[in-house]
């Protein structure tokens, strides 16, 4: 391939529209250094592409290129590598020249290798079918409406599915007294959810490429320093410890749960990527694949080459210049000089318990499903992957750059991306703006899978998933704008975007502003036409937004609250629940708060009822930042979370901190506390080790989940499950299960002679 647009001379001519935010100083550096040799000016004529593709300034309006081909595909990657190079090197540059002595010793290249290897990165048979099923078990709580969300806990009601450490263990859930465990399987990798469709679940997990792949070089994606040469090529060879750090991949497996007693592997799917994100709609699973590229760049000359420090000589400017222009180059050369495959992600396929062979990789998505955003996103890459469940197939599309959120509607996937964060990676560029984020739509073509269709951009970040919400075809955006991390100044507001497609943009039709002046969004919901921003100052107010008219949303009423809630969850009609922290006299976080809003008339939000529990500041619940720790059973009016706080110790001197399942009863006119579950002295009694009063602040059995069947509760922690009849909870658990596998049973639980 010819050097291409952003060669190193090349960059001399666009430099001064792209690097706009640079100081003045700088840029004369850069422009004087991109003046190279005659011969490389030869070479970057060659192949030079007319239209700007990589910018770093934010205030253009967002949009992602698309590759035509693999040729272009690995162009547009290239560009941004040999963007970021080059800032690096420039600053690099500066200090050599500024410095009368190299500040860091001018350290030689990386010791990254650079051999052009593909990049590494991060007994019973369980048939119940003469058992009448429930009427009523609790789901995952999602976001969305018939978009499901990777769980570590589900039930279809007359069996539970959770993951315990590696495993997942099928439960006999039905009848509650009957709980037994049937079934379990080894999950390649470390398992952190899963999903469940009939008899399949689909397990995502963390493992390393040596593990979950059979025949890999032992050498790849090491550094040079860290091989080891007595090392072999073969399955039996043991790898060295460390290089399982090096080689991070993410694997799907899908779980045939038919049988129950005897859960078996389908097929597996590694990818060189870390997975995130994931929804499951109908027969389709969409999610999201980030991928660590951290190209080896050489970012000093060597002295010993190139000058030499000393006492009687220092290096002319003309001799630093020189040597700096000769390391760009040389990092260009690098760059382009990988293969294709090097730039993208990659994917092995293993059916049943048969790994994948290393030497069946595949590319994951094609080449014209590569998307570059017009402005630096940073190195990462995301891939935006759907599993088809009736077909096995993969489709994806990858786009450069580092992502922030992911939210899936019915009928699409929007990526953000803001520059909070980015500017960190670009050294010494002098941006003043205001913090934006680039959004853009992938949405559902008949057959399910995403593809890219608009880009938009708005002010500001958003905290989470729910900060983002299609409705009517329209997405809403809640955002903390003003300066970032860079500046001094904490000029905050809040606002709503409302975004609608429009000739593959997504374009701004409505906006309300002015939402907590000189704060930021603590929580946010949208219900319908209608918003809720809280935002986190001392007296955190409740702003409610009317979007009935997209075009013209406004504040219709807002609500001082004593505190800082963060999440929001809809109860009956007109009626939203908040978790929180309380705040005491001075506007410090105290203590966990629940409470009720009557949102019916807009103009008059409400408080109707509140309750704040707990001894210290600290005391909260998981379900304040993880949406699927908060489990609502409506019919019952009953809602069941994790929550933790510090109680005097009846076995050590002080304080030891408590995990409980906490029970209440809400409804519109009373939160009460019901109980507490709690998992202390669960290991005794059912799994055969004596605590001996270990249950003190150095380790406590947490219990961080809950499934609701009919009258009846599970509760889920680091060990297993107990099972409670609320209708009764005084009289104990009506059954209990150890999940932990015996293998997995630490030491420090027993006690010693």
Known sequence: MGIGYYDVARLNFKFGIILAPLKEDNMKIIKRSLLLSTSLLALVLVGCADDEVVALDWSKPAALTVAADCAQAEELIEQVFITQMVMQIEQNR???????????????????????????????????????????????????????????????GKYIYAISRADLVVVKSWPAAETDEVGRITIEGLPTGFFLKDDKAIVFSLSHLYSAVKGVPVREGMPIGDQDEDAVDDDSAPYPSHYYDYNPVSVVSVIDLSDKSNPKVEATYTFDDGAFGGRRIGDKVHFALSRPMDFPFYLW???????????RAQPTADTINMAFDKLIQKNVEMIRAKPLTYWLPRMWIGHGNEKASYDDVQILGACEAVHTPNVFSGLNQLSLATLDLETG??????????????????NAIYIASSNWDIYRQLPHVDYTGDVQTQIHKFAFDQSGEAHYTASGKVLGYGINQFAFDEHNGNLRVATTDGKGWWSQEDDTESRVTVLQEKEGQLKEIGMVRGLGLGDRISGVRFIGDMGYVITSEPTAPLHVIDLGDPTNPNIAGELKLSGVSSYIHPLEEGL?????????????????RIEILDVTDPANPKSVNRLVIGNWWDAGSSAMGDHKAFNYDRARNLLAIPFTDWVESEHVDGLEFKSVLALFKVS???????????????????????????????????????????????????????????????????????????EYIPNYYTCSD
Request: proline share 4%.
């Open 668 to 742: 519109a006119d009373t939160i009460e506390a019901v109980a507490e579950i709690e998992h202390k002295d669960f290991f005794a009694q059912h799994s055969g080790h004596d605590q001996c009063n270990g249950f003190n602040s150095d380790y406590q059995v947490n219990v961080d989940h809950s499934v609701f069947i009919e009258d009846y509760v599970y509760s889920f922690g680091d060990l297993g499950m107990l099972v409670h009849d609320t209708r009764d909870l005084e009289k104990g658990y009506v059954a209990g299960l150890t999940l932990l596998a015996p």
């Open 576 to 592: 939203v629940l908040t978790l929180g922290k309380d705040s005491d006299d001075e506007g410090r976080s105290v203590r966990f």
């Open 393 to 410: 197939e993969v489709a994806a599309s990858t786009i450069q750059g580092n992502w922030g959120h992911v939210y899936a509607s019915n």
């Open 94 to 156: 500066k200090t050599a020249l500024e410095e009368e002595e190299c500040r860091w010793n001018c350290p030689g290249p990386s010791s990254t290798d650079d051999t052009g290897s593909s990049p590494n990165y991060p007994g019973n048979t369980g048939d119940s079918t003469d058992v009448k099923s429930p009427e009523y078990f609790s789901e995952t709580n999602t976001q969305v409406k018939d978009i499901d969300e990777v769980d570590t806990v589900k039930t279809d």
């Open 301 to 311: 000359p060597v002295p010993d080459q190139d000058w030499r420090y000393d006492s």
